[in-house]
């Protein structure tokens, strides 16, 4: 069993940075793909990118690529998601999951409560 709690969102403008956080609990993580979704108001959660256990290999949306930059510290049991160049468009609860490396939501077991990231034009 793994439980996930985010970090690290807020107000930012367009064009700045934050950074996400999701640690996990437990010692099993380091088993685990994660991946990190967000979810708009009125709109389907959407798959942002996703990491390997090891985080030897990470994979992106297109919407986010060349953006966004997930990594995880196995030994801190936390990953991360590192968003430059923001958009309005960014603006959305973003979700830790854990135990698949799938763009689907419905393939993961694992979720975390959200962090809600705004960003203003």
């Given amino acids: ?8 969102g807020g107000l930012v403008q367009a ?12 010692r099993t993580f380091s088993r685990y793909a ?5 979810q708009a108001p009125g709109k389907e959660r959407e ?10 290999s990470t994979y992106y949306a297109d919407s986010v690529k060349g953006r966004f930059t997930i990594s995880r510290d196995n030994a801190q049991n936390t990953m991360y998601l590192q ?3 923001l958009k309005p468009e960014d603006t959305a609860v973003y979700y830790c999951a854990g135990g698949s490396r ?7 077991n ?3 409560q959200g962090t809600q990231v705004t960003v203003s034009s």
């Fill in 110 to 112: 694992y979720w975390g």
């Fill in 47 to 56: 798959f942002v990118g996703a990491i390997s256990s090891s985080g030897g």
């Fill in 83 to 85: 968003m430059n160049s």
């Fill in 15 to 26: 064009g700045g940075s934050l950074r996400l956080s999701c640690a996990a609990s437990g």
């Fill in 1 to 8: 069993q793994v439980q996930l709690v985010e970090s690290g």
């Fill in 102 to 108: 799938s763009t689907s939501p419905i393939s993961y």
């Fill in 34 to 38: 994660m991946a990190w979704f967000r």
